[in-house]
């Protein structure tokens, strides 16, 4: 995966008129919105910045992740808002092991809610259904059993389950 440069513009509503750059300097891996807080939380590889909506400020680093049990640094490859909670996928398996972590926004500590039991697997985006109560990500490798697609994870009951859900063309 290539490193992205964020420079988000905003945009006139009514006009559709770009209304410029809102900020610069963050390299932006995934980003997650608690809309409830109107937070938005921008994952630059292994931190995570905090920007407040509408706020004219930069990002401000919030923690860098990491998995408590072990001491790995967690890469935010994808990440999730649900339930009150950041979710962030690790996939690249250099620092931890690949799955789905629940972020503590105070502490930084990176509780994995869902190991992926298939390495071939490949999530680089990351959404929560509130009706449901799952997740969606895009797997983009095409030497997962199903091949590349949306799988649904539904992790956060008794019984977890990854279910693939529809393929896209690679």
Known sequence: RTR???RSSGADTTTTASTGPLFFGV?????AADDTNEILYIA???DIYAWPFNDPNP???????VDPSNGNAIRCEAM??????????????TTGPEGIYEIDLSTGDATPVYLFPD????????????????????NDSSTYPSGTGIVEFDILGAVQTE?????YPT
């Open 4 to 6: 992205r440069r964020w």
């Open 27 to 31: 390299e932006s891996v995934s980003l």
């Open 44 to 46: 630059a590889q292994f």
């Open 59 to 65: 990002p401000v680093l919030l923690v860098s992740p």
């Open 80 to 93: 999730a808002f649900g339930q009150g909670r950041l979710f962030a996928v690790e996939e690249f398996n």
């Open 119 to 138: 390495d071939t697997i490949d999530i680089g985006g990351l959404s929560y259904n509130s009706a449901t109560g799952t997740f969606f990500g895009t």
């Open 163 to 167: 279910t693939f859900i529809a393929s």
